[in-house]
Nanobody, 119 residues
Framework: QVQLQESGPGLVKPSQTLSLTCIVS??????????FSWIRQSPRKGLEWLGT???DGTSAYTGRASGSRDTIKNQVSLQLKSVTPEDTAVYYC???????????????WGQGTQVTVSS
């Protein structure tokens, strides 16, 4: 069974780039999973999809987000440029067996990591 563990800096200053990592255990990101996505949740905006990287290395991200994967370390990463206090949220890594059009499609979630943007 897959286990996902997000990690990040906790506190980021406005205008900086946020970098997050999701360590995957229980299988290879190269062969055992269809896609990994980054999703965040805040009280004001609810759930927001940020991006997905697929089994073949292709990816899609929204706005200021970008990402990558490290098949040796078995982890995926997210970068979010030019952060503002509006980016304060809990950030999650999640897997899905197919391309998702709703949040119920994701079958495994990490516990999430809190990110606060403040000077």
């Amino acid at each position: 069974q897959v286990q996902l563990q997000e990690s990040g800096p906790g506190l980021v200053k406005p205008s900086q780039t946020l970098s997050l990592t999701c360590i995957v255990s229980g299988g290879s990101i190269l062969t055992d999973y269809y896609a990994f996505s980054w999703i965040r949740q805040s009280p004001r905006k609810g759930l927001e999809w940020l991006g997905t990287i697929f089994y073949d290395g292709t990816s899609a991200y929204t706005g200021r987000a970008s990402g990558s994967r490290d098949t040796i370390k078995n982890q995926v990463s997210l970068q979010l440029k030019s952060v503002t206090p509006e980016d304060t949220a809990v950030y999650y890594c999640a897997t899905s067996p197919k391309s998702c059009s709703n949040y119920g499609c994701y079958d495994s979630w990490g516990q999430g990591t809190q990110v606060t943007v403040s000077s």
